[in-house]
Nanobody, 126 residues
Framework: QVQLVESGGGLVQAGGSLRLSCAASGRTFSNYVMAWFRRAPGKEREFVAAIRWSGGGTRYADSVKGRFTISRDNAKATIILQMNSLKPEGTAVYYC???????????????????WGQGTQVTVSS
């Protein structure tokens, strides 16, 4: 059974950094795209970043480009989202997700994923 378990959320001041982790288990993810999404209060879920597990191609939402970095640790089967220069509008529940298949070449990036984690809260104070 596939499990995606996020960790690393918390409270941080604007301009600060957080590192989110997503531990993936239950299958081999070599043919999967892994992604981070977020849902802010009163808003729809939005794409943040994605990475191909094999090959490592990455994509980012314009709102986080240059500040966030998605990466993978193959040995630990973990996806990392390093978030720097956080802004109050980054307050949201962040979700890890996985889908079998490819990574879109350009926006809009798909929000249809096969597996989802339970989410981790990130709160950025002003």
């Amino acid at each position: 059974q596939v499990q995606l378990v996020e960790s690393g959320g918390g409270l941080v001041q604007a301009g600060g950094s957080l590192r989110l982790s997503c531990a993936a288990s239950g299958r081999t993810f070599s043919n999967y795209v892994m992604a981070w999404f977020r849902r802010a209060p009163g808003k729809e879920r939005e794409f943040v970043a994605a990475i191909r597990w094999s090959g490592g191609g990455t994509r980012y939402a314009d709102s986080v480009k240059g500040r966030f970095t998605i990466s993978r640790d193959n040995a630990k089967a973990t996806i990392i989202l390093q978030m720097n220069s956080l802004k109050p509008e980054g307050t949201a529940v962040y979700y890890c997700a996985a889908k079998l298949g490819g990574l879109e070449l350009r926006p809009p990036y798909s929000t249809i994923y096969d597996y989802w984690g339970q989410g981790t809260q990130v709160t950025v104070s002003s």
